[in-house]
């Protein structure tokens, strides 16, 4: 990671704002870690547990799909048939027979 004088210095030559820089590397950061953010945001559903049952569901359902796309990650195997890249995850609204 370049340190902040670079990134002025780089800043100098392109003529671009220096938040502009730090947006975009945050951004490229953002895309490359979808997972991380996942995540992170179960972290943040997982602070309003106790007050919301949906910030409940959405804790174990963000926790669950962060998982599963690390693990895919992690594995090397974005492309494959056997893992799925991504997960949904749909609550019931009754746990009825009928409703599985």
């Known amino acids: 990671m370049p340190s902040?004088?670079?990134l002025q210095q780089l800043a100098s030559y392109v003529n671009i704002a220096l938040p502009i820089i730090i947006a975009i590397s945050i951004l490229l950061l953002c895309i490359f870690n979808v997972d991380k953010l996942i995540l992170l945001?179960?972290?943040i559903a997982g602070m309003f547990v106790k007050v919301s049952s949906s910030a409940r569901k959405a804790k174990v359902a963000n926790r669950i799909r962060g998982q599963a796309m690390a693990a895919v990650k992690s594995l090397g195997m974005k492309d494959s048939e056997f893992l799925p890249k991504d997960v949904k995850i749909q609550w019931v609204k009754d746990e009825t027979r009928e409703a599985f």
Do not use: H, Q, R, T
């Open 41 to 43: 945001n179960g972290l």
């Open 4 to 6: 902040f004088s670079e």
